[in-house]
């Protein structure tokens, strides 16, 4: 898998290009932390679906007389063991195709290992920009930048710290331009 | 939840200076909100206690032996509660002006740090309610475009310095506007919370057209209203059915309503119901928009229309993000349309923008005509070809997700219908079901029609996209008006390189968003790529290495 670049490169001094047949895919990828804390994430998540799952089944077998306590066990079976395959696989692969670019012109997102989503949000359109740091996120030295536009949000989710400050500080400085919409 | 803070904050005194991450403005200073904040926060926090309180105190059995300790000992903690949760978000609250943009850090549990830069802010609010005044504190807020509400909502500011701030803000929006279009006129700084003159919509203005009589007849006879009161006419006839008086049942000949069996029968009656169906949606149309007028007067346009409860409506011309066309499958044979526009709320209104209809029926030929008097900026034909049309490998996809829909419907329905509600519904015959599913082929048309319509052209920076759902849409915007442009490719369609494309304009609190399924992926991408402009190469931005191997 590529690893970042790490060549210079000041906010503001890039060339424009014409406008290109193709869209080549955004350069940048998340935090290779994100992984662990989608994992952690998911696993809290899936614990709580196991919980109820079990909760649900065994009462079910516990009360209901046509119930067998095999298919309590099944069920939570199965559950508990969809819930860890998603921990285990889903980071990797959300990791794996998380992209994004922020250039002078346009912020450019990619994502999604199922259905791919491509968004561009041109600088221009962009209202104000957010750093958000959960719980989570904050364990992990972790933030999340949210551009928003008048036809709502797009999220930059589980930056570096000081990376997602960096980000927002540039999409604030290239979104300056006062635009009546 | 504040005992958990990983983050203590460094400094106690006010301004303070950033803490840990560089994750603060360089020379900044930050601010917190007034310490009063404290005070009423703790008294608005409890003020939702005072019901229930008053409800235990009266239901209770307050008086008899030690319950008054109790209560007041409840109380007590839970003022020590709500003073301590203030005092934490007093703490955490805090916000900075820099020499670009407002910053303000707020949240406990989740940390959030907004920045509006000066060029984005519409509209600075001063406010104060009773509990404010008497602290002697005012509320600021601060809006942008995005979405409808407080953007930055400072809620505590001391009432001597909340001038001096709203200055500072609307000073540096002002140079931040100026510096960059040199829109001056716009920018004149002291105009915070401007109330441009909105003019009442009555009669004034330049009418642009109005519907006439055939029209609404017109309009009521292909509306799609026919739906709906047929739903209102058959649940008439089923409700009348019940509650007829058991005395008619009996006057009815049963032998000779034996012959409601017979097809002759059937098929008047259930022509006297569309008739019927018919009259009142036009009637209903009539009603709704009955000597509907357009008029212009300078900036806004003027909607009013409505028989019994008239209807007015003003939009901001400026304020108008996108126009779609529609021409309804009744109406398409005639080459009739009706516009609809997207408008962002207006600055000075304070609206959250909204959707609406611009004119319900004209000649599609008028169109362009009537866009250019009251939208010059989107006066375009709407029957201009497609010149990037759908791909022929597509067209399997949009027959075969219009039938099976429909299979599915009829299964889901009759299975319903027959499983579990035969109690109550006359049992399904499979005739019935097999005459449903007779319409199938009309629904692959329809797949067929929506693919054929499917479309973009780009031209000057105005977009036209063209679309079916049963009537033929086409979208009418400007390059520059869209606020985010997105392209999505499930498995199966990269597989054969398809991609749907969704463009949203602004629009309400989520915007409006308009999209194309099943494109070819390359036309797609030159779409967003087209309608981006020329655009920047990408800069690789430092970024601190990897702590682990990929």
């Known amino acids: ?181 | 939840m504040a005992e958990s803070d990983p983050h203590p904050q460094s400094s106690p005194v006010e301004p303070v200076s950033p803490p840990a991450p560089a994750t603060a403005p360089v020379d900044a200073e930050w601010h917190r909100m007034s310490p009063r904040f404290v005070f009423v926060g703790t008294l608005r926090q409890l003020r939702g206690l005072v019901i229930p309180a008053a409800i235990i105190l009266i239901t209770g059995n307050v008086g008899r032996g030690g319950s008054e300790l109790i209560l007041i000992g409840i109380a007590v903690v839970f003022t020590v509660l709500a003073a301590l949760g203030s005092l934490i978000e007093w703490w955490n609250f805090r916000y900075a002006l820099t020499d670009r943009e407002l910053v303000v850090r707020s949240g406990i549990v989740q940390r959030q740090e907004r920045v509006v830069p000066y060029g984005r802010i519409q509209a600075i609010n001063v406010s104060e309610a009773p509990l404010e005044r008497v602290a002697g504190i005012v509320r600021v807020t601060v809006e942008t475009a995005a979405g409808g509400t407080a953007d930055i909502d400072i809620r505590a500011i001391a009432q001597d310095k909340a001038p001096q701030l709203r200055e500072a803000l609307a000073a540096a929006r002002a140079q931040a506007r100026q510096a960059d279009n040199g829109i001056a006129e716009d920018a004149t700084g002291a105009a915070s919370t401007v109330a441009t003159e909105t003019p009442s919509a009555t009669t004034g203005g330049e009418l642009l057209r109005r519907l006439s009589t055939p029209e609404l007849l017109a309009l009521g006879a292909t509306s799609g209203r026919v739906g709906p009161m047929a739903a209102v006419v058959g649940a008439t006839l089923q409700f009348g059915a019940e509650i007829m008086p058991e005395s008619w049942w009996d006057r009815i000949p049963w032998q000779q309503a034996e012959a409601l069996q017979s097809v002759g029968v059937v098929a008047s009656l259930l022509f006297v119901i569309a008739a019927l169906t018919w009259l009142l949606a036009i009637g209903s149309t009539a009603l709704a928009f009955g000597g509907f007028e357009l008029r212009r007067d300078g900036d806004h346009l003027l909607l009013q229309h409505g028989l019994l409860d008239r209807k007015r409506r003003t939009i901001p011309v400026a304020r108008i993000q996108a126009i779609v066309v529609g021409e309804q499958l009744l109406r398409q044979p005639f080459r009739r349309a009706d516009i609809r526009f997207e408008s962002a709320g207006g600055e000075a209104e304070g609206a959250a923008g909204d959707s609406g209809v611009l004119f319900p029926f004209l000649p599609r030929a008028e169109v362009r005509a009537l866009l250019g008097q009251a939208a010059p900026e989107f006066a375009t034909d709407p029957t201009v070809p497609m010149s990037t049309r759908l791909p022929r490998r597509s067209l399997r996809r949009y027959v075969f997700g219009a039938t099976v829909g429909w299979v599915v419907f009829v299964g889901i329905a009759a299975a319903v219908l027959g499983l579990w509600l035969h109690r109550w519904v006359d049992v399904v015959t499979w005739q019935q079901v097999l005459l449903l599913l007779m319409a199938t082929p009309l629904f692959a048309w329809l797949g067929w029609a929506r693919w054929r319509d499917g479309g973009w052209v780009v031209e000057n920076g105005t977009l036209l996209l063209r679309w079916r759902s049963v009537s033929r849409q086409t979208l009418i915007t400007r390059a520059s008006r869209i606020q985010r442009r997105e392209m999505t490719a499930d498995p199966l369609q990269r597989r054969v390189s398809l991609a749907s494309v969704q463009l949203s304009v602004a629009s309400g609190l989520v915007g409006g968003h308009y999209g194309l399924a099943h494109a070819d992926r390359h036309d797609t991408e030159r779409l967003l790529a087209m309608l981006g402009g020329p655009r920047h190469e990408v800069v690789i931005h430092k970024v601190p290495a990897t702590v682990e191997p990929s």
């Open chain 1, 1 to 181: 898998m590529a690893t970042n670049t790490f060549d210079a490169g000041e906010a503001g001094t890039s060339r424009v290009i014409e406008v290109p047949e193709r869209l080549p895919d955004p350069l940048h990828q998340l935090d290779p932390r994100a992984r662990q804390l989608w994992r952690l994430g998911s696993a809290i998540s899936g614990a709580m679906f196991v919980g109820i799952v079990a909760l649900g089944t065994f009462g079910a077998a516990r009360f209901l007389p046509d119930f067998e306590m095999r298919w309590a066990w099944l069920a939570s079976g199965i559950t508990l063991a969809l819930a860890i395959l998603n921990a285990w696989l889903s980071p990797n692969l959300r990791y794996r195709y998380w992209r994004y670019d922020i250039r002078p012109d346009e912020a450019d997102l990619q994502h999604g290992w199922f259905t791919r989503t491509r968004q561009l949000v041109p600088m221009a359109r962009i209202q104000h920009v957010d750093t958000r740091r959960g719980p989570l996120d904050r364990r992990f030295g972790l933030a999340s930048v949210v551009l928003y536009t008048a036809a709502g949000p797009a999220y930059i989710p589980a930056l570096a710290n000081e990376v997602a400050a960096d980000v927002r500080d540039r999409i604030a400085t290239f979104a300056n331009i006062h635009d009546d919409l």
